[in-house]
């Protein structure tokens, strides 16, 4: 994970990386804009089909438009009360994506909306302790 960040870092002098967090569940790392308060993390290493998921939210959180259309961004951003969601991706599912893409959309247009998108492999004893499929 560590390599794969370094060079996602090496690419733009726009990103820089920080490895002082501290969070419960290793690996991981979150996405975070200088200016915003976007609360987005990865727990464990997004290859496969969630390479992708990972591409759309650095250009997210970067501040690329999203293809959303006004009125489901507008939706979104009006969204009242706290949010965390933690959702369970396979490598190998084909489902998995659109999920983790819609909800870290969500998470960067919302700072009330959390997303952790966590590698079920990676993290089997959460998967098994929560009944996840």
Do not use: W
């Not at 794969?4 to 990386?17: P, Q």
């Not at 501040?63 to 969601?85: C, M, N, T, W, Y």
């Not at 599912?93 to 952790?116: F, K, S, T």
Request: charged fraction near 25%; include cysteine.
């Amino acid at each position: 994970l560590s390599e794969l960040l370094h060079e996602i870092e090496g690419m733009s002098d726009k990103i820089s990386l920080r490895e002082d967090g501290d969070d419960d569940r290793k690996p991981s790392f979150s996405l975070n804009r200088i200016d915003g308060d976007i609360s987005l993390r990865f727990a464990g290493i997004p290859m496969g089909h969630e390479f992708t998921s990972l591409v759309l939210a650095l250009l997210q959180v970067g501040g690329h438009p999203p293809k959303a259309s006004d009125e489901v961004i507008d939706q979104v951003k009006a969204l009242q009360g706290d949010f965390r969601f933690e959702t369970y991706f396979s490598l190998s599912c084909q489902n998995c994506p659109d999920v983790v893409q819609a909800l870290n959309l969500m998470a960067v247009l919302n700072p009330n909306i959390q997303h952790v998108a966590i590698d079920g492999a990676l993290f089997q004893d959460e998967v098994d302790q929560r009944q996840v499929m």
